[in-house]
């Protein structure tokens, strides 16, 4: 059974920078694009980055410009590169893949899921 893992979360001071990763266990072939979603305490998880099988790339508009989503050649690690962080992006941040719908930030779209890594900003 394929298993996303993040990590590379924790707490920084804003301004600062942070690059997140998932690894994915097994197979992945049949969920060929990721995305990166947060949820804060009392709020709906919402997409922040995505990628499809082909590389295209999506960003919620509080992410453009500061963070980069992108996958390693073999597929099997996600990274999200986050710069000038500041306390608004405090939450926890989730991987996770989807069989067809490429670049996609609805969570509703994704069928798998990992358990998430803690990201916090202080002012």
């Known amino acids: 059974q394929v298993q996303l893992v993040e990590s590379g979360g924790g707490s920084v001071q804003a301004g600062g920078s942070l690059r997140l990763s998932c690894a994915a266990s097994?197979?992945?072939?049949?969920?060929?694009?990721w995305g990166w979603f947060r949820q804060s305490p009392g709020k709906e998880r919402e997409g922040v980055a995505a990628i499809g099988r082909d590389g295209t790339t999506r960003y919620a508009d509080s992410a453009k410009a500061r963070f980069t989503i992108s996958k390693d050649n073999t597929e099997k690690t996600l990274y999200l590169q986050m710069n000038s962080l500041t306390p608004e992006d405090t939450a926890m941040y989730y991987c996770?893949?989807?069989?067809?719908?490429?670049?996609?930030?609805?969570?509703?779209?994704?069928?798998?899921w990992g358990r998430g890594t803690q990201v916090s900003v202080s002012p």
């Open positions: 996770a893949a989807n069989r067809n719908f490429p670049a996609s930030l609805r969570a509703g779209m994704y069928s798998l």
């Open positions: 097994g197979d992945t072939s049949d969920r060929p694009n």
